[in-house]
């Protein structure tokens, strides 16, 4: 049995904590010589604005004072950030949807085509669908591009340790708001607890991140304990399985494209399949509603 399964205790993978510290610049690896604890260890040789949301600074055993309410990991006065640019972390477009609870809110292709963000159904609780992915969750969580945080909510409210990792500071806001633990930060940027996260989520849509699923799922193979799972949700029944498209998307809140382009994809299940078998993973499970398709996958040796 994992860890986190044993000992509900655990706030994060093999007893990481988080605590928050003045904005200073660390680098973070997982020790191999002491592999239940992760440190941020100063690099001087790197630059200050390397991982600008990286004020969070010392992840360690378990002496650390819980952290009530959920923890924030903010960037007090930080510095420019790689993904400043990036519209989900900086643009308005995105935030105010998550401000106001709703859409409309769609990505829209440079052909015109526009897929609907469910920015209503993110900000409500988890719903059946939610639920089941919630029952499939094992261990400790780390819910990639949280959003406003619904999974990281109810994980938290049911004592069991949970993660959101983000890059938009509305979509931390709202999941410590809701009681969740949040990290501003991009999934490609080093993260605590590195391969030791026994369940990590990539939902709604998150699959296209960075516009590279394969990159995606390689980098959470990274992120997943050796006997872990991904939970990876694909495009709504109804579209091909083979779907797989990258394009340069805009948000559009019904008016207009808006904000500056960036990478995106979507997939369907067997794209996604193709992609994770030359990312390290192997089938596991899968399962569909009327309206999303879900897999599980578990890391090839
Ligand atoms: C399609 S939305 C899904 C929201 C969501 N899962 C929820 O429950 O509300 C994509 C989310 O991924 C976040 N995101 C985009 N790029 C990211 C990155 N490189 N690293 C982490 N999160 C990212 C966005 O800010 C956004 O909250």
Redesign the pocket.
């Known amino acids: 049995m994992l860890d986190g399964q044993r000992d509900p205790r655990h706030a994060l993978p093999h007893g990481v904590h988080v605590d928050l510290q003045p904005d200073e610049p660390h680098h973070m690896h997982a020790s191999r010589a002491h592999p239940h604890t992760v440190h941020l260890d100063h690099q001087p040789d790197e630059p200050h604005d390397m991982h600008p949301h990286a004020s969070l600074a010392h992840v360690h055993g378990s002496s650390a004072p819980p952290s009530p309410g959920g923890l924030l990991v903010t960037v007090p006065g930080r510095r420019t950030a790689p ?1 400043e640019a ?1 519209p ?2 900086g643009g308005d477009a ?1 935030a105010a949807a ?1 401000r106001s609870g709703h859409g409309p809110l769609y ?1 829209r292709q440079g052909d015109g085509r526009r897929h609907p ?1 469910d ?1 209503a ?3 409500a609780p988890p719903d059946a669908d939610d639920r089941r992915v919630l029952s499939a969750c094992r261990g400790a969580v780390l ?9 990281v909510a109810a994980l938290a409210a049911g004592g069991r340790p949970a993660l959101g ?4 500071a509305e ?1 931390v806001r709202r999941t410590v708001a809701a009681g969740g633990r949040a990290l501003r ?5 080093p993260l605590p607890g590195e391969g030791a996260w026994h369940t990590v ?1 990539l ?4 699959i ?3 516009g590279d699923p394969a990159a995606l799922l390689a980098r959470a193979r990274r992120l997943v304990h050796p006997r872990g799972r991904l939970i990876a949700e694909s495009v709504a029944p109804g579209l091909p399985d083979d779907l797989d498209e990258r394009f340069e998307a805009r948000f559009d809140d019904g008016s207009g494209p808006r904000g500056e382009p960036f990478p995106w994809a979507r997939v369907g299940p067997g794209a996604l399949l193709r992609h994770a078998a030359a990312g390290g993973w192997r089938f596991s499970t899968s399962w569909a509603s009327g309206s999303r398709r879900f897999t599980v996958l578990r890391p090839l040796p």
């Open positions: 993904g990036d989900w972390s995105y998550l990505l963000l920015v159904r993110w900000c819910d990639v591009g949280c959003g406003p945080g619904r999974m990792v983000d890059v938009s979509a930060r991009s999934v490609f940027e989520l939902l709604d849509g998150n296209g991140i960075g």
